[in-house]
């Protein structure tokens, strides 16, 4: 019997969320728009393992501080729709600034899964991120990808798969 598991991509334009989402979903995917507004919504599928997930692509954003429509969407999302994890997605080259967006979804008491996306630029910078000290401080897993040419994928897809049937979801 096939479980129905939601995943949500969450993270600032630009970090890489639609090439992570492609990479999960393939050609398995709609698009549309989030009900009653003008911003678009991507839904895929995923299918690992004898689990189905449904992958949703939130509007990339910099916070949940709900000042922008882009930041409520996202926001009302993970608190009404309580996705079974959150895949926050960050450009490992600025980390700093992506962190914010990744505390505050941890703070909503979502299952989270950090992915540092383009840890090649950071590297080519010099910048060295240690994921295990990372992953103990934030106490949730973290992935290094370079999604654009698939590095980390198959990590991501077995970390995501790992945990969400672990705990038996939400």
């Not at 991507?42 to 299918?47: A, F, I, R, S």
């Not at 949703?56 to 009404?80: C, K, M, N, Q």
């Not at 008491?109 to 990372?134: C, F, P, Q, Y």
Request: glycine share 8%; no cysteine; net charge neutral.
């Amino acid at each position: 019997m096939e479980n129905q598991i939601t995943i949500a991509l969450a993270g600032n334009p630009n970090a890489g969320k639609s090439t992570i989402f492609n990479a999960l979903t393939g050609s398995r995917q709609h698009v549309g728009n989030w009900p009653g507004k003008t911003v678009e919504k991507k839904e895929g599928l995923w299918n690992h393992n004898g689990n189905s997930f449904t992958v949703v692509d939130l509007p990339g954003t910099y916070s949940l501080t709900a000042f922008s429509l882009e930041e409520v969407i996202a926001r009302d999302f993970i608190i009404h729709q309580k996705p079974d994890l959150v895949v926050a997605i960050v450009d490992a080259a600025n980390l700093e600034r992506n962190l914010y967006l990744v505390v505050q979804v941890i703070e909503l008491g979502a299952k989270v899964v950090m992915v540092l996306n383009m840890s090649d630029v950071a590297e080519s910078r010099g910048i060295k991120i240690d994921s295990r000290k990372l992953a103990d401080r934030l106490r949730i897993p973290v992935v290094q990808t370079v999604a654009s040419r698939e590095k980390g994928i198959d990590e991501l897809k077995t970390t995501i798969a790992e945990i969400v049937t672990r705990g038996g979801g939400k």
